[in-house]
Nanobody, 122 residues
């Protein structure tokens, strides 16, 4: 089995910072991409940031310049540094990994963490 375990959510005032972390464990051959999605109440889940194994990152336009995604390939971890947080960033944040479990012939499979709440409020 594969597990993604997130940590680092919480309550922060507008303009503050939080750092989310996610660790993937289990039967993993290679992780292609890792990333963060979020879902606010009444809204669809949206991509916040992703990073490939070579370090190429992509961001949601509204978080560019405020959020930074990073990854440790050796430890199968991904982090999201969130600065200058706004109330609109309030959501449940989900870690995502697209990976192969056993070898290069294994299919690419999408895995999700359980989600961590981020609340930005004064």
């Amino acid at each position: 089995q594969v597990q993604l375990v997130e940590s680092g959510g919480g309550l922060v005032q507008p303009g503050g910072s939080l750092r989310l972390s996610c660790a993937a464990s289990g039967s993993i051959f290679r992780i292609n991409s890792m990333g963060w999605y979020r879902q606010a109440p009444g809204k669809q889940r949206e991509l916040v940031a992703t990073i490939t194994s070579d370090g190429t990152a992509t961001y949601l336009d509204s978080v560019k310049g405020r959020f930074t995604i990073s990854r440790d390939n050796a430890k199968n971890t991904v982090s999201l540094q969130m600065d200058s947080l706004k109330p609109d960033d309030t959501a449940v944040y989900y870690c995502n990994a697209v990976l192969r479990r056993y070898d290069l012939r294994s299919p690419l499979i999408n895995y999700w963490g359980q989600g961590t709440q981020v609340t930005v409020s004064s």
